[in-house]
């Protein structure tokens, strides 16, 4: 009798170890999901930002131009 106890202790942690693994199973896969997420959004801001620095160093062409027009146009 005594050994059936300790064969549904053993069984009973076992389940509890195969529920745990399950549950870090799944928490792992939506950890993954998440990660690929977060990689293509930093990749679409990294293209903004690369897009908006460009922009802003095409602005500052314009504004060296129009410095150097003013200037020219002063003496």
């Given at each position: 009798m005594?050994?059936?106890?300790v064969l549904e202790k053993l069984d009973s942690k076992i389940?509890?170890?195969l529920q745990k693994?399950?549950?870090?199973?799944n928490e792992n896969e939506v950890l993954r999901?998440?990660?690929?997420?977060?990689k293509a959004e930093k990749e679409i801001?990294?293209?903004?930002i690369e897009k908006l620095?460009?922009?802003?160093?095409m602005k500052?062409?314009?504004?060296?131009?129009i410095v150097n027009k003013i200037e020219s146009m002063l003496g």
């Amino acid at each position: 009798m005594e050994n059936q106890t300790v064969l549904e202790k053993l069984d009973s942690k076992i389940d509890q170890i195969l529920q745990k693994y399950e549950n870090l199973k799944n928490e792992n896969e939506v950890l993954r999901s998440e990660v690929v997420a977060l990689k293509a959004e930093k990749e679409i801001k990294d293209a903004e930002i690369e897009k908006l620095m460009d922009e802003n160093s095409m602005k500052d062409l314009e504004i060296e131009e129009i410095v150097n027009k003013i200037e020219s146009m002063l003496g």
